[in-house]
């Protein structure tokens, strides 16, 4: 396999950081930020240099860790996963769109102070010619990319030498304007003009001691670009009249001419023009490069990974583009370009720092040379910095990158993840730390102390029969209430719940007592001898058993109700089945059971849906188990093509887990025919979410077993976001 050459040296870093970000950021910005900021535009350009320095840090720590060809959107891909690999694929092909055409539609107008041209027009024939040019696999070369720096430094560097004598102070005055919301918004928008300082970490492969050169060669052009870009900005201000340069379109120029005359015009037109075609055309080329690589992930069609068997181009992915940036350059105002540009890096830069965030703390071997002082909290001060200034920059480039994230999410789920095995440190991150607090959860119940809810485990179980039930049924649900209260010596209550119908006074049908409430009570006797737990057993006349169980369960105080899963009737299709009802009110656990018999379970399978096991439901597992002197089987969907870190940390997870139950564990994946091992018990958790519509979610299987679905009291439920996550993640 070829390698790069490793013959960049730290002056070759340098140059291209601070090549790719003198651009726009000095020739166009300056004007639009001022009409934001006032003089305090000085002081945006120095905050928003700062706020870069956490992306910086991180995104030199992971180029010393994973010294190859690649950027920005690897990095995340690899730390955050591939769902976040695409919302940082796209929002940065998106940034660098918007930077192309930023950088055209603010560079032509230097161009018209020489030649009476119409802006738009010349712009869209440059961008045109730059799409050419670049499916044509003309590439800038390195020592063209010297020149143009080299000019555009002489010609700042004459202009801020020749005109800091000129300064006034009075140009200074009523500095905060704009007031802070100004100043951050014209931090937001400016944020763009330091988005170049991380590109040479797409050539880290060809960068020698990249551990020494790629953070020296980042952070020392930072710091030379912020205070360049401070000097020039501020020599603007103070050499112009108030408003003589907000909101033109050629702001340096204007500058230039007042203190310097023709000559300086001349100078700073040709600087940039040089600098923002330079610009336009390396954004085409490198924001092409982003479906192109995601295409070779899996993560866009793979027509944007073709290479011209001329040209030698991804000319799908470059003509795309071009497209995007002339529909920019026609249809979008500068200064809603310049915010979205913004906006998106802002986002990338967000996704950056919790992309180190991820490596440090996940399995993967990720071993930088160079690492990030002040972490986590630079990290964490990146984050939070980026989503304040998202905030004050507006609606449109708000929203713009709000549209970004939720239309890359939903690409990955409607094409990418049918498609791809793989997963990023954060992943695995929140999976362990997941998996940790459940099994914590999971110790607290199993040892029977209090929960987050104050509740205690079983102590007192209902039986609640809703209809007459023969001997063998009956004899199977209180041998299994029977055993759940057993180790902590508590009771079963057994009631049978007749209803009778809205016109039948209560009084007179609980004084009479049928038939069948006599076989119940006979046969109940009967049974509780067979048991060493104690035994309460009657019978409860109602107009609504299912409000009578919920009520009856909540002044007895009971810990459980245990009752048959009910075969829909069609009165239940038309009004909605009972038993929702009660699981949706009931003040404990509701444990809805299958009844094919139960005499000793010695295989008592817990079946999980992919997340983590819920704890009150390995706590109804590990005690039949334990109580029937059998074992507990942890049956995981886990199929043989899942990512490694998974398949590594389930693993993790069932042994400790398996630590935890007083029980003997044995583990079984589900086959991928969707069959699994002889079970005497199948215990599995009910969704938590389940309405009258939903009631296949506990509908029996064919599994020649009994069946006991478990369902947590609201205080043991885990929170709507933890349920999101375990289902992303495990």
Known sequence: MKKLERDLGLGAVFAISVGAMIGSGIFILPALALKMAGPAVILAYLLAGLLVVPAALSKSEMATAMPEAGGTYLYIERGMGPVLGTVAGVGTWFSLSFKSALALVGGVPYLVLLFDLPVKPVALGLAAFLVVVNLLGAKQTGRLQTIIVSVMLVALGWFVAGSVGQVQQANYQHFFVGGWEGLLAAT???????????????????????????????????????????????????????????????????????????????????????????????????????????????????????????????????????????????????????????????????????????????????????????????????????????????????????????????????????????????????????????????????????????????????????????????????????????????????????????????????????????????????????????????EIVSHDTKRAVVNYADHRGVDAIVAEHERLRLRSRVLGDPIDWVVRHAHCDVLLVENRGYDGPENVVLEGDGGPFDPATVDVADTIAGEAGGHVTLQFPLSADQPDPRKQTIRSYQNELAGILSAPVKTADLRADGGQQRADVVIRTGSQNRVSGGRERHAPTAADCTELTVYPRASRRPSLVRRVLERLVF
């Open 188 to 538: 937001g928008l400016v944020f763009v003009s330091y988005a170049g300082v991380t590109k040479v970490a797409s050539v880290a492969e060809e960068v020698e001691d990249p551990g020494r050169n790629i953070p020296i060669g980042i952070l020392g052009s930072l710091a030379f670009t912020t205070l360049l870009y401070v000097g020039i900005v501020a020599v603007m201000v103070g050499v112009t009249e108030a408003g003589s340069v907000a909101g033109s379109t050629v702001p340096v120029a204007v500058a230039a001419e007042a203190t310097l005359g023709n000559a300086g015009v001349y100078a700073v037109i040709a600087a940039a023009m040089l600098a923002l075609v330079s610009t336009a055309n390396a954004g085409i080329l490198s924001s092409s490069r982003y479906p192109f690589a995601m295409s070779r992930d899996q993560l866009a069609p793979p027509t944007f990974a073709e290479i011209h068997e001329t040209f030698g181009t991804p000319t799908t992915a470059i003509t795309l583009t071009g497209a995007v940036v002339l529909v920019l350059i026609a249809f979008v105002p500068i200064l809603e370009i310049a915010k979205l540009a913004s906006a998106f890096q802002i986002l990338v830069f967000v996704l950056v720092n919790l992309a180190v965030v991820a490596f440090r703390n996940g399995s993967t071997d990720y071993q930088p040379e160079f690492r990030s002082p002040l972490y986590p909290w630079m990290q964490a001060f990146g984050v939070v910095s980026g989503v304040v200034l998202l905030t004050q920059m507006g609606m449109v480039p708000l929203f713009g990158a709000l549209a970004i994230t939720l239309g890359s999410v939903g690409w990955y789920v409607a094409y990418a993840r049918p498609r791809i095995r793989r997963e990023g440190a954060a992943t695995d991150v929140i999976r362990r730390r997941l998996g940790r607090d459940v099994l914590t959860e999971t110790a607290d119940a199993v040892a029977g102390e209090a929960t987050a809810g104050g509740d205690k485990s079983v102590s007192e179980v209902l039986v609640a029969l809703t209809r007459e039930a023969d001997r063998e049924r009956e004899r199977s649900l209180l041998s299994l209430a029977a055993d759940l209260v057993r180790p902590k010596d508590g009771r079963v209550v057994v009631v049978r719940f007749d209803e009778v119908p809205d016109q039948a006074p209560l009084d007179h049908a609980a004084e009479v007592q049928s038939p069948a409430d006599v076989r119940f009570e006979e046969q109940t006797d009967e049974l509780a001898a067979e048991f060493d737990v104690d035994v309460e057993y009657g």
